[in-house]
């Protein structure tokens, strides 16, 4: 017998004996599927308050002095071994005379160590200042604080490092915060727990979702995009909760800068110990002068972008444990030609599933989602990726967008598959445009195709269903058969692999005590059943 069938029935026979453990605390696993779709009733007592929490409210009030860090927070390289600190130092600037903060007035320095009073180690970064600047009479323009970005490399794995920020010789220096690392790659080790949250705001939906989401004690934070919604807003900070239907007759599309500096403080608390990762959505778009896009968002976060072989801030990977991440951008070039396609084929060709055997991708807008909004949106991108994300295994999808949560079936081109990934939106996380209530398939609801593509996402590759229970028709009549639970409401969910064919996914909504799970099922991994591609 070849090496190869022995390491399949060894992953057939961990696979049973997991289930021997788990199966009996009534939690479903995606063996027992596909299920039969279910659509929960939307609640009409429970409607959140997606009202954006004012600039006066004191977690959003900047606190320290002079260039003193503020807005900390830590974010993963590609490996166990290397984390980034990012901080903002200075004030920002907003109205008609402003003067960008010179980048090398303050030092870019990270002291930390494995105790909290001998900070032995130092690292330096780099800093920058951008600008939110446009073009017509009576727009205010935006420069920001100077953003830092220092990386910390030649860690130990699952090491809690305590560090210091700041600038020394001034001296401007935070207090002492701590992180701690992933587990090293490998087969049976893992974060504890993997918050995925989306479209999150700044409205006291947002602290409800954040303050469910920190009770559960997540390892790491993914972000599928949509970050603090500044584009809700025009420059003179007037908000609304549709920015066309109150401002459309601006020349550009506004945003109000303050806001990302208002998120920035409001989650320092937890995101200066807990890394996020980010992936752009459509309300970090932002444009401005000489067409620019995605200023605020490339410059405030740091992403492992060089050290997983990108070129970008739209698309990288990284590893937590044994879980191969790809974060994937949906408005840029996706095509075969592009760069991201090239670097996302190069990437899974070096992922070795003997090392991390579970992959995950990311990116915002769903294709996947069987809602009224965003309906076949991203329709192109699924065209461009899926056949290579599909060939090489991909487990789990996680999108936002559609301000609403749900769950697929395992799907390969709309079609039942036991080897596709599972899809599931959170979208969900509580910002002030509220929640996706109507869905496609209801009557009357099918949106016209030609109003579904997104400009900043190619052409038109919606059409009508070719085969199946829709074939003929640019929606179904019912729940299609690969949307398994769809629900109205805020929340999170909680990702926890419990071994190289196991994870447990959990969502939580916002109006359920800490400790219910709204939907939960145990996603389990067939690598005998569905091998995958090493090479092509």
């Known amino acids: 017998m070849g090496v190869a069938s022995v390491r399949a029935i060894s992953l057939a026979v961990l696979a049973a004996f997991s289930f021997l453990c788990v199966d009996g605390d009534g939690i479903p696993t ?64 907003i109205g008609d005379n402003i003067k960008p903060l010179d980048p090398k007035s303050v030092a870019s320095q990270v002291f930390y160590g494995k105790k909290k009073h001998r900070l032995v180690h130092m ?8 600008n939110q600047l446009y073009p017509f009479e009576g727009l205010q323009n935006y420069t920001s604080g100077i953003i830092h ?6 860690l130990k794995p699952e090491t809690v490092y305590y560090y210091q920020c700041g600038d020394a010789s001034i001296p401007a220096l935070s207090d002492i915060h701590h992180f701690k690392t992933m587990v090293a790659s490998g087969p049976r080790g893992y974060p504890n727990r993997i918050a995925v949250v989306g479209d999150l705001g700044l409205t006291y939906n947002t602290t409800s979702t954040i303050s469910h989401l920190m009770s559960n004690n997540p390892d790491l934070i993914v972000f599928v995009g949509d970050v603090c919604y500044a584009n809700m807003y025009l420059t003179n900070g007037t908000g609304s909760d549709c920015y066309s ?6 020349p550009i599309h506004e945003t109000y800068q303050p806001r990302w500096d208002y998120w920035g403080r409001f989650m320092q608390p937890l995101i200066s110990k807990i890394p996020i990762m980010v ?8 444009e401005q002068a000489e067409n620019q896009t995605f200023v605020a968002y490339s410059s405030r976060f740091a992403f492992p972008s060089k050290e997983s072989g990108s070129s970008s801030t739209f698309y990288y990977s990284f590893n937590a444990g044994g879980i191969h991440f790809i974060m994937l951008g949906a408005y840029i070039s996706y095509d075969k030609s592009g760069e991201q396609y090239k670097w996302l084929e190069r990437d899974l060709k070096k992922v070795d ?8 991708a990311t990116w915002h807008p769903p294709w996947y989602s069987t809602y009224k909004a965003h309906y076949r949106e991203a329709e192109c991108m699924r065209v461009a990726l899926e056949d290579l994300l599909y060939n090489y295994g991909v487990d789990i999808v996680f999108s936002g967008h559609v301000h609403a949560y749900e769950r697929s079936n395992r799907v390969y081109n709309y079609t039942l598959d036991p080897c596709g990934p599972v899809h599931i939106t959170v979208g969900d996380g509580g910002n002030r445009e509220k929640m996706a ?3 496609a398939d209801e009557h009357g609801q099918c949106p016209e195709p030609s109003t579904t593509p997104d400009k900043y996402m190619g052409g038109f590759c919606a059409f009508n269903f070719t085969s199946g229970p829709a074939a003929g028709r640019f929606c179904w009549d019912r729940q299609p058969d690969y949307s398994a639970y769809r629900e109205t409401s805020f929340g999170h969910g909680i990702l926890e692999m419990k071994n190289e064919t196991v994870a447990l ?21 067939q690598p005998d059943r569905c091998p995958v591609e090493t090479k092509f």
């Open 30 to 93: 995606t063996l027992d599927g596909p299920f039969k779709p279910v659509t929960v009733p939307l609640d009409t007592s429970f409607r959140g308050n997606a009202v954006d929490l004012p600039h006066t409210d004191p977690r959003l009030q900047r606190t320290v002095q002079g260039f003193e860090p503020e807005q900390i927070s830590v974010t993963l390289s590609a490996t166990y071994d290397s984390v980034w600190i990012s901080w903002v130092t200075g004030e920002f600037q």
């Open 245 to 250: 239907c109150s401002f459309s007759q601006t």
């Open 505 to 525: 996914w959990t969502w939580h909504r916002n109006q359920d005590f800490y400790n219910l799970a709204g939907d939960q099922i145990y996603i389990v991994r």
């Open 149 to 154: 970005h220092v990386r910390l490399t030649g």
């Open 353 to 360: 599933r003997k090392v991390t055997p579970w992959m995950v």
């Open 279 to 286: 992936v752009e959505g459509n309300h970090e778009i932002e």
């Open 437 to 439: 209530i109507p869905h």
């Open 123 to 130: 690292s330096n970064g780099h800093s920058l200042v951008y």
